[in-house]
């Protein structure tokens, strides 16, 4: 952000449901998962907006030009008796990086979660992505290493489904 930058961050909307995918598209090639992305704008609209939203969407904006986002849901310490949420997204512009607008959307996220009486937010990393894994310790977060990551996806899921 230059000293003239306006950086706001919005609530996405119905409206930004092209923009949310073009943004998540952004995040996945830099990954290296585009051909992972499955979502479609009817889907996000849906699960976004829809009847029963799944999840929420923030979008931060330098000077009316979207540059970042994150999506984020609730979760459930039962160890706390309290409300959390997961950060599934955290995504920059490779060009407005180092600018502060990362730190922004967490400290954003982070006052949300206080006001919504949240104990936590967690999010995961992926081993190779050195500069995330280093701004994330910047903030004061910690690897949680003795957890690890689970996921049943398409067919497994579906086949554990049938035994129901």
Not at 13 to 39: H, N
Not at 77 to 93: A, H, I, K, N
Request: proline residues 5%; aromatic residues 14%; hydrophobic residues 45%.
């Amino acid at each position: 952000m230059t000293s003239s930058s306006k950086l706001r961050i919005e609530p996405a909307s119905e409206k930004d449901v092209p923009l949310l995918l073009t943004l998540i598209r952004g995040l996945a090639e830099y990954e290296g998962f585009l051909e992972s992305v499955t979502a479609t704008e009817e889907r996000l609209r849906a699960s976004l907006f829809g009847e029963r939203p799944y999840a929420e969407a923030i979008i931060a904006y330098d000077n009316d030009q979207p540059v970042g986002y994150a999506i984020y849901f609730f979760t459930y310490s039962s160890f706390q008796g309290l409300p959390g949420f997961y950060l599934e997204d955290l995504f920059v512009l490779p060009d407005s990086r180092g600018a502060g607008i990362g730190r922004y959307l967490l400290a954003f996220l982070a006052k949300k979660a206080i006001e919504w009486g949240c104990c936590r937010i967690e999010w995961a990393v992926l081993n190779w992505n050195e500069p995330a894994i280093k701004f994330y310790r910047k903030l004061g977060a910690e690897p949680m290493n003795e957890w690890a990551v689970f996921r049943l996806s398409e067919n497994k899921l579906e086949e554990l489904a049938r035994e129901a």
